[in-house]
């Protein structure tokens, strides 16, 4: 019984190891997806702050006044969103892979430890 909980404490080591090193990216694809959109919507205020600040400066709203500043803030609102997206559904899909991965483990650890067990009572 020692011994099995010995090969027990180590495949759970090595268990937790592989979990760890599997998501420890995953931290990368979280801030990407959080700060994106985030990004994407500083960048649209931006451009509407410079927008009215054309409007103060030429007194006049005119087509050319307001269409580079609304040009830059819909710039920057889908390149957010252009990055925001796919690193989305990628996180996702890894996600749920590792999962995958962590559950198979898991039960491939139980069956080998209880393999062990059940030969070393048939020995």
Same mark, same amino acid.
């Given at each position: ?33 959080? %700060? #994106? ?5 500083? $960048?649209?205020? @931006?451009? &509407?702050?410079?927008? !009215? =600040?054309?409007?103060? *400066? +030429? ?12 040009? %830059? #803030?819909?710039a920057t609102t889908v390149? $957010?969103?252009? @990055?925001? &997206?796919?690193?989305? !559904? =990628?996180?996702?899909? *890894? +996600? ?12 491939? %650890? ?14």
């Amino acid at each position: 019984p020692a011994n099995l909980e010995v090969i027990k404490a180590s495949i759970d080591t090595n268990f937790v190891n592989e979990s760890h090193r599997m998501n420890r990216s995953m931290v990368l694809l979280t801030l990407a997806v959080s %700060a #994106a959109p985030f990004l994407g919507l500083l $960048g649209t205020v @931006v451009g &509407i702050m410079i927008t !009215f =600040g054309a409007i103060a *400066l +030429a007194g006049d709203v005119n087509v050319n006044t307001i269409a580079p500043g609304v040009a %830059a #803030a819909l710039a920057t609102t889908v390149a $957010g969103l252009i @990055v925001a &997206i796919p690193v989305m !559904f =990628g996180y996702n899909y *890894l +996600a749920t892979k590792i999962r995958e991965l962590t559950m198979a483990m898991e039960v491939f %650890a139980n069956e080998l430890v209880g393999r062990l067990a059940a030969a070393r009572i048939a020995a």
